[in-house]
């Protein structure tokens, strides 16, 4: 076997030129349409997201408003049940998730050495139909019908019954479309991870931010379903008269209530079975973000790489077995309380042992505190916080006291807010070069950071006070003497002090497009595949496909010391960085290769294939949107048949189906 | 100049050895992308119909505990849906005979094949019509007590599962007719199959459960947490 210390396509910023595929009309409006590249995807998803983080947190600024004072009327209680709903809706499907899937999308292919994913056109399409979901959602303020039951959509309190405005029909539907985005997004990066890893990136070798994308991913297209089905059939209660939650009605022909048989818990099983591995959609993303952060910024390898992920795949595995927490107090009894109590707090365990292994990489690391590790090591001992928390809640006696209560609200924006987003804002950091091709101001950054994690705190802590005082959550007010507004106003200064924080973000990002410092291609000494391409990536993202012989492919290929004179393949290559050894490199076996040489050939063939720009996806995602709406709005109705369909609604499958024939159809010659 | 379809391929990759095209890069599980995406799908799949079978089985005996004829046990007509099973059974033969045609490069036992799997499944289809209105001759409807509800929007599912498949197979069959499926296109049929296949699958399993397996009087019409754990965890099991 020939010398295989230098194989021909070695990661490393690639030198070799070749022919830039043709790329007509690739800037403007329609090109951003139509784009089916990742990386224009990830921007989309990663701007919206945000627009969508600034409208949530200005719903939380009206709920924090109105609970600064007593007996406040700022917003009347049925429109603080708007703004509650709305918030917490938002956050979760369409700041957190997206937020997530903007990092999905533009890094993985590039931190597995891909092109693109594995279906780019789907990738289009879950962008838009996440885009026409979100904008269900915020039609019904425009309506005067914002959904009005919480996030958690508790039944009857969901039902035509109590609810008998479109409120609920534009939250139901537009989380089904929002369901079809994500599951059709996860699919797509299931496929992408398993089958276009660069050669010689094994699993066991994929950087960890890949590894808890896959598993956020697989935790999606099992979980979604649950809730998928449970708003069908909320949906059939609501348009079709059906009772699956309903256990009486009262008849008004005869005045007498009437046992229907339906069970609303029946809902709160379906949404939680989907609920609990949710929160894990939210917080794993951060998760491996982090886990890429501090490596870098410790300048030492990942500790316990190979049990942080395992530690991830146990999480998303436990996960689906703990749903009855969040149902403690709805009398199932004890016996599946202590059962549901004892797989709440074994889940602990593997995050506990996260938790280990990142400040065990910290630990005799030549630690550098730039904004992107800061924001990283804030989320360690925040999360640590919420977790706490959330393992005294596990217990089902002192659940009983906090279930419904603000010290609820603490734990989960502890984890929420302390975990999913201080890790969101991590990543912006860090990877802002490789978008745009600049750094963020470094001292902004500090400044954003510090405000931002002291207003936090302000915020939030007092909160677990506020619940143990007896403030119960979902309230729009509270007495005079009640002995709660110290509490409530010291978390609302701390809540505008959050709002200014997002300001100097903004301002730092504004600046930094136009004069930030040059990124060039790995501003960070970074050790994954990313950071070998420059920065912003060119379409192709590698003009080389890279080999990889190491866990930290970059650093192995900066900092590999070469021991004895040949590179005879028997001889183990030592790495060290910064003195600090970072283990044994592992010689690439023959099938890596093989792999290497072939896609090399297939390169040299073709040049590189791009895929070519599509209407497609954004057609049948607008049927989708179409079909959604008809649902919502049910009039003007046109008769098929028997059938006697609302007259969007047709038009939408109409349009879906013209939508999927021309996608697999389409002709692009 | 190439069409989308290749490039996608292409670009994607793992077209690989059935495709006689050697020159593009491998898949790192050697699997092709499509196909992997089918088997993706169809776990998520499975996770649906397992809510709807949970449902299920949590209210289908609430008809009987709270006295609202039309019960399962008066109205599901067991040799008929039997009959129907049968050849929902049999269209999955004629699908591994379609897909068995086009590896061998026999167009013609292609679209027979293809044909009688989507005739199959059309017949079925029918069936489930024809029971439909039936039941709702009979007096049930999805209104009518928790059985009605659960019975037809499981059912129902389903249905409309198959007719997507019927659709798909007619599409294919169009499209060979046009000349359209070649010898290394074999995979386009494969996707359909492993569809088709799984929906045959997923009714079998409802067509025990519902149809066969009789309620239980003395396991289920305890009320309280077991039953719905109980539903559930069968509901998701039995899917597997
Ligand atoms: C150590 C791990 C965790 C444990 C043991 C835990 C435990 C719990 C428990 C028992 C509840 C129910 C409290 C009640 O309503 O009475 C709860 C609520 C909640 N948790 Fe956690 N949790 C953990 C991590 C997380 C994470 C990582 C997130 C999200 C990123 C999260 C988000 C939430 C949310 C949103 C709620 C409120 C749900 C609602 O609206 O009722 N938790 N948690
Ligand atoms: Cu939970």
């Known amino acids: 076997m020939a010398s295989v210390a230098q194989p021909?396509?070695?990661?490393?910023?690639?030198?070799?030129?070749?022919?830039?595929?043709?790329?007509?009309?690739?800037?403007?409006?329609?090109?951003?349409?139509?784009t089916v590249d990742h990386k224009r995807i990830g921007l989309l998803y990663g701007i919206t997201a945000f627009a969508y983080l600034l409208i949530g947190g200005i719903e939380a600024l009206v709920i924090r408003s109105q609970l600064i004072a007593p007996n406040n009327d700022l917003v009347s209680l049925e429109k603080y049940n708007q703004f509650f709903t709305m918030h917490g809706t938002t956050m979760i499907f369409l700041a957190v998730m997206p937020l997530s899937s903007a990092f999905f999308n533009f890094i993985i292919p590039l931190q597995i050495g891909a092109r693109d994913v594995a279906f780019p056109r789907l990738n289009a399409f879950s962008y838009w139909v996440f885009f026409f979901g979100g904008l269900i959602l915020s039609l019904s303020w425009l309506a005067n019908a914002a959904p009005n039951q919480g996030w958690y959509g508790y039944a009857p309190l969901t039902e035509k019954g109590f609810n008998i405005g479109r409120n609920v029909d534009?939250?139901?539907?537009?989380?089904?479309?929002?369901?079809i985005a994500s599951i059709a997004a996860s699919l797509n990066f299931i496929i992408t991870i398993l089958n276009m890893r660069a050669p010689g990136m094994t699993l066991m070798r994929m950087p960890l931010f890949t590894w808890t994308t896959l598993i956020t991913s697989i935790l999606i297209v099992m979980a979604f379903p649950a809730i998928t089905i449970a708003l069908a059939l909320l949906s059939f209660d609501r348009f079709a008269g059906t009772s699956f939650y309903i256990p009486y009605i009262y008849d008004e022909a005869t005045r007498q209530v009437v046992a229907r048989g339906g069970d609303p818990l029946l809902w709160q099983h379906l949404f939680w079975i989907?609920?609990?591995p949710e929160v894990y959609i939210l917080i794993l993303p951060a998760f491996g973000i982090v886990?890429?952060?501090?490596?870098?910024?410790?300048?030492?390898?990942?500790?316990?790489?190979a049990v942080m992920v395992y530690a991830t795949a146990t999480i998303a595995f436990l996960g689906f077995g703990v749903w009855v927490h969040h149902m403690f107090t709805t009398g199932l009894g004890p016996t599946p309380n202590a059962v549901f109590a004892a797989s709440t707090m074994l889940i602990a365990v593997p995050t506990g042992v996260k938790i280990l292994n990142w400040t065990s990489t910290m630990w005799g690391g030549q630690l550098n505190f730039t904004t992107p590790m800061l924001f990283s090591t804030a989320l360690v001992s925040q999360f640590v916080i919420g977790g706490i928390s959330g393992v005294m809640h596990g217990s089902p006696p002192i659940d009983s006291q906090h279930n419904d209560s603000y010290f609820v609200v603490a734990h989960f924006h502890y984890v929420l807010f302390g975990g999913s987003i201080f890790a969101l804002l991590a990543g912006t950091y860090y990877w802002f070069p490789k978008f745009s091709g600049r750094m963020l101001d470094e001292r902004l950054g500090k400044w954003h950071f510090w405000v931002t994690f002291a207003a936090f705190n302000i915020t939030f802590f007092p909160m677990h006070f506020l619940g143990l005082e007896g403030m119960p959550r979902r309230y729009g007010t509270y007495g005079e003497g009640s002995g709660l507004q110290l509490w409530h106003v010291v978390s609302s200064v701390g809540s505008y002090l959050l709002g200014f924080s997002f300001l100097i973000f903004m301002y730092n990002v504004a600046v930094s497009l136009q004069r930030g410092k040059k990124?060039?291609?790995?501003?960070?000494?970074?050790?994954t595949l990313e950071w070998t391409i420059p920065s912003p990536p060119p379409v192709y993202?590698?003009?080389?496909?890279?080999?990889?012989?190491?866990?930290?492919?970059?650093w192995e290929e900066k900092y590999a010391k070469y021991e004895g004179e040949g590179h005879a393949e028997e001889e183990t290559l030592e790495t060290t960085i910064a003195g600090i050894k970072i283990g044994e490199g592992q010689v690439p076996d023959e099938d890596a290769l093989e792999q290497a040489e072939r896609r090399a050939a297939a390169d040299d063939e073709h040049n590189i294939h791009l895929p070519n720009p599509s209407y497609w996806p954004l057609v049948t995602a607008l049927g989708v949107f179409l079909a959604a709406f008809g649902l919502i709005f049910s009039y003007p109705r046109?008769?098929?048949?028997?059938?006697?369909l609302p007259l969007y609604t047709a038009a939408g499958l109409l349009v879906l189906v013209a939508g999927v024939y021309g996608w697999s159809l389409e002709p692009a010659s | 100049m190439a069409t989308a379809v290749e490039l996608e391929r292409a670009h994607g990759a793992g077209h690989g050895d059935d495709h006689g095209h050697a020159d593009h890069p491998p898949t790192s599980t050697g699997l092709d992308h499509r196909k992997l995406l089918m088997w993706a799908f169809l776990a998520s799949d499975c996770m649906f119909f397992g809510s709807l079978i949970a449902t299920y089985m949590i209210y289908r005996g609430r008809a009987e505990d709270l006295g609202f004829a039309p019960f399962p046990s008066e109205i599901l007509d067991i040799p008929y849906t039997s009959l129907s099973a049968f050849v929902l059974l049999m269209s999955s033969l004629t699908m591994v005979l379609a897909l068995a045609a086009i590896q061998k490069g026999d167009h013609r036992g292609l679209r027979i094949w293809l044909a009688a799997t989507a005739l199959l499944g059309a017949i079925f289809l029918g069936g489930q019509y024809f029971e439909f209105t039936e039941f709702y001759h009979e007096g049930l409807s999805l209104q009518t007590n928790m059985f009605g509800a659960s019975f037809f929007v499981l059912t129902g599912f389903h249905g409309a599962h198959v007719t997507i498949g019927v659709i798909w197979l007619l599409t294919l069959l169009f499209l060979s007719l046009r000349g359209g499926v070649k010898q290394e296109d074999s995979l386009d049929v494969e996707l359909a199959g492993l569809y088709?296949?799984?929906?045959?699958i997923v009714w079998i399993v409802i067509f025990t459960l519902v149809y066969l397996i009789p309620y239980d009087e003395v396991t289920e019409t305890q009320t309280g947490a077991f039953t719905y754990l109980a539903g559930i965890l069968r509901g998701v099991a039995s899917i597997f």
């Open chain 1, 8 to 34: 021909a396509g070695h990661a490393g910023p690639a030198t070799q030129t070749v022919a830039r595929p043709a790329t007509k009309k690739n800037i403007g409006f329609w090109s951003w349409i139509t």
């Open chain 1, 170 to 179: 534009f939250w139901a539907l537009g989380l089904q479309v929002l369901g």
């Open chain 1, 274 to 276: 989907f609920g609990h």
């Open chain 1, 291 to 305: 886990s890429e952060i501090i490596p870098v910024f410790s300048r030492k390898p990942l500790f316990g790489y």
């Open chain 1, 519 to 527: 990124a060039g291609n790995d501003p960070w000494d970074g050790a």
């Open chain 1, 541 to 554: 993202n590698f003009a080389t496909v890279p080999v990889v012989r190491h866990r930290d492919p970059l």
């Open chain 1, 638 to 644: 046109i008769p098929i048949g028997a059938l006697d």
């Open chain 2, 196 to 200: 088709w296949h799984f929906v045959d």
